[in-house]
T-cell receptor
Framework: DTGVSQDPRHKITKRGQNVTFRCDPI?????LYWYRQTLGQGPEFLTY????????KSRLLSDRFSAERPKGSFSTLEIQRTEQGDSAMYLC??????????????FGPGTRLTVL | DAKTTQPNSMESNEEEPVHLPCNHS???????IHWYRQLPSQGPEYVIH???SNVNNRMASLAIAEDRKSSTLILHRATLRDAAVYYC???????????FGKGTKLTVNP
């Protein structure tokens, strides 16, 4: 299966520590998205890349969050000085469609972060 | 961001059709109607999308009202594997994000 993969699947960390998550999109997809999902809520958009360029960031993405997509392939999401409110599922999605409106996004299984 | 309204939960019996409603009275002319579903402990999965006309694919059918202010996702024969949270989303033309609500939790009874 060559779907979207995310690593790790689960991460437990202590408050104040830094964490980094990786997303490998479907290989030919030029668009890559990060979302965050808390319990009982739908996913919330965090940021979007087209190839290596980060073109949109949500207000949810505070200064402690940084995302990269070097060479337009895999992406990393880093959270510095984690807080308990960062506990959530972090989802990555990729797409080849000309825009999200016109096609589907393929989601990975997510990384569940627990901040103690 | 355009908003949608869905029931919090619905129940169905296995092998019966399921009609999941969605209201989007503030829809604009360039908004596409998307449906995704999320099975327990998985990422969301695309189901179907449309603009004005009804759409069919192997998973489901999408019926769009003539005024586009509401739509219905139709699962023709529910199976236990269809138990999931179903999200109705308006994807704005030119926007790069999907805005999810809380969705409808579908329970399928054997």
């Amino acid at each position: 299966d060559t779907g979207v993969s995310q690593d790790p699947r689960h991460k437990i960390t202590k408050r104040g520590q830094n964490v980094t998550f990786r997303c490998d999109p479907i290989s030919e997809h030029n668009r890559l998205y990060w979302y965050r999902q808390t319990l009982g809520q739908g996913p919330e958009f965090l940021t979007y890349f087209q190839n290596e360029a980060q073109l949109e960031k949500s207000r949810l993405l505070s200064d402690r969050f940084s995302a990269e997509r070097p060479k337009g392939s895999f992406s990393t999401l880093e959270i510095q000085r984690t807080e308990q409110g960062d506990s959530a599922m972090y989802l990555c999605a990729s797409s080849l469609a000309p825009s999200p409106a016109e096609g589907e996004q393929f989601f990975g299984p997510g990384t569940r972060l627990t901040v103690l | 961001d355009a908003k949608t309204t869905q029931p919090n939960s619905m129940e169905s019996n296995e092998e019966e059709p399921v009609h999941l409603p969605c209201n989007h009275s503030t829809i604009s002319g360039t908004d596409y109607i998307h449906w995704y579903r999320q099975l327990p402990s998985q990422g969301p999965e695309y189901v179907i999308h449309g603009l004005t006309s009804n759409v069919n694919n192997r998973m489901a059918s999408l019926a769009i009202a003539e005024d586009r202010k509401s739509s219905t996702l139709i699962l023709h024969r529910a199976t236990l594997r269809d138990a999931a949270v179903y999200y109705c989303i308006l994807a704005q033309g030119g926007s790069e994000k999907l805005v999810f609500g809380k969705g409808t939790k579908l329970t399928v009874n054997p």
